[in-house]
């Protein structure tokens, strides 16, 4: 494994028209480019991850997996905008001398695109092999397979969308709120809005699994209790936990990102820009997910010439992309052996 990172000093203009002059990036490899330099597999985290997936997918990633260093040239790049060493709100505006904090130039889903075909090129990659990711991971590798019709071999696109959808759009504006509402959030700190951050957290959590693994998780063990539940424990635990190794800068600006995920933007709708894809495509759906509704991976299998779509079954919901590895490896291993989506 090797940790790297990734510099551009050349101007680079957003969407919105903003030119950066300290573009980086951080990235994370596992394996080496074969001969054929045809071995690579280019893995997309989702909102609060990193680069490293070995640390947040164990599962998938390691010797005798299904994404393997020993066969395969593996790369996860940092997303701009996240606190784990791309360029971020934390980092110093060259212009002011000062952190960016709130002044963070808005990176769309096409902006980190972008970005990371910039990266490509400087590896010397003409070609990728497999590209997968989940949530808005999985938006970015749709984006990208839009951008270069012809880059990508098999693409995985998980518990995803070629659109973020009015109702995610209505879970981030309300986990933004939630920091607004934090007076700490106008401080040009690190801390600012830590604790509207710990409220987003605990909204976001709703959406990310099913009241069947709540159920089944926090359920009580009396009868007796008529506070200090198991759940609210839970939510605050986990915003606690969030709050402890991100920060709500970051936070604020991936939800943004993520809801300006729409691959018809310009392109003459979804439906024309799906067409476009070549990559051999299988949509992977999670059963129970509200954040992502299996309909919505359907519909990108419907649009995408010969593309199959499978659903996990799993009592987690959006989360279960992280969670159901057997299911996943099972069905990636179908897809790129035989062509076929593997049976249930």
């Not at 990176?107 to 003409?126: K, P």
């Not at 939630?178 to 830590?194: F, P, Q, S, Y």
């Not at 209790?225 to 991100?246: D, V």
Request: a negative charge.
């Amino acid at each position: 494994m090797n940790q790297e990172f990734f510099r551009y000093t050349a101007p680079f203009t957003l969407e919105s028209g903003a030119v950066l002059h300290n573009l980086h990036l951080a990235y994370t490899t596992y394996g080496a480019l074969n001969n054929a330099r045809d071995n690579v597999v280019w893995i997309f985290h989702a909102l609060t991850a990193n680069s490293c997936p070995h640390e947040w997918w164990p599962e998938m990633i390691g010797a005798g997996k299904v994404f393997d260093p020993e066969r395969h040239f593996i790369i996860c790049v940092n997303m701009p905008g996240s606190c784990y060493g791309s360029i971020s709100p934390l980092d110093v505006n060259p212009q002011t001398g000062n952190s960016y904090y709130h002044d963070f130039p808005f990176f769309t889903i096409r902006d980190m695109v972008h970005a990371y075909r910039l990266l490509q090129a400087s590896l010397g990659i003409s070609k990728i092999r497999i590209g997968i990711g989940g949530s808005t991971g999985g938006q970015q590798l749709m984006e990208w397979a839009v951008q270069a019709p012809d880059l990508f071999e098999y693409i995985f696109p998980i518990a995803t969308n070629a659109m973020h959808s009015p109702w995610g759009k209505a879970f981030n504006a309300s986990q933004r709120l939630a920091i607004e509402a934090d007076a700490t959030w106008l401080n040009k700190t690190v801390d600012a809005g830590r604790k509207g951050l710990e409220v987003a957290r605990s909204i976001a959590l709703l959406s990310y699994r099913t009241d069947m693994a709540y159920n089944k998780t926090q359920s009580e063990a009396t009868d007796d209790l008529i506070e200090g539940f198991k759940s609210e424990s839970y939510q605050r635990y986990q915003g606690s936990k969030l709050s402890a190794r991100f920060n709500a800068f970051s936070y604020y600006a991936l939800t943004k990102s993520m809801d300006s995920h729409n691959l018809g933007r310009g392109r003459g709708g979804v439906v024309q820009a799906l067409n476009t894809i070549k990559a051999k495509t299988l949509a992977l759906s999670m059963e129970g997910d509200i954040l992502f509704p299996p309909y919505e991976q359907e519909f990108i299998a419907g649009n995408i010439p010969d593309a199959h779509v499978k659903l996990i079954l799993s009592d987690y919901g959006h989360d279960g992309f992280l969670l159901e590895f057997e299911q996943l490896t099972d069905a990636i291993k179908s897809f790129l052996e035989q062509g076929v989506v593997s049976s249930e």
